[in-house]
């Protein structure tokens, strides 16, 4: 088994934003590709943000530009209202019917990641910095 390398900003599975494997149908893959195309189209703006210790905020802007995807979340009183920066290789699934995005990090992972702002996010070196801080989360976590 091939150890699993993190892509920051690309999801890591098309179908992550698609149905779920029980709304899967067995109707040669059509009914769920087009469910999957449906929901991969909805905007996650207002989706509820879940880390893996808890809660962490909203969803304020949601981009799924290939190899530059990401969720600006805003953390409210959590973090003194501070808005972050999570590249789409963080989220683990989307829960349509919930409207809840769950990303494989946790609260203090994502408190400590670097600052966002609203007039750099898009340049190259914040882009590097934040998908440096998140690929090397994966790099030095304990092993399983």
């Known amino acids: 088994m091939q150890p699993f390398t993190f892509v ?3 999801w890591r599975d098309p179908a992550i934003l698609g149905a779920s ?7 040669s893959g059509r009914t769920d590709s087009i469910r999957a195309d449906e929901q991969a189209s909805v905007d996650l703006a207002g989706y509820d943000v ?3 210790d808890g809660g962490i905020g909203k969803i304020d802007e949601a981009t799924y530009d ?18 972050v920066l999570l590249p789409a290789g963080t989220v683990d699934r989307v829960d349509h019917e919930a409207r809840t995005v769950y ?15 609203k007039d750099t996010f898009s340049t190259p070196e914040y882009r ?13 976590a304990p092993s399983r």
């Open 8 to 10: 920051p900003w690309t």
């Open 66 to 83: 290939v190899g530059r995807a990401y969720l600006v979340v805003d953390t409210g009183p959590w973090i003194f209202g501070r808005k």
């Open 50 to 52: 879940e880390a893996a």
């Open 21 to 27: 494997t029980s709304d899967r149908t067995v109707d």
């Open 103 to 117: 990303v494989d990090r946790t609260k203090d992972q994502v408190k400590d990641s670097p600052e966002y702002d």
């Open 128 to 140: 590097q910095q934040v998908g440096d801080y998140y690929t090397g989360s994966y790099r030095d």
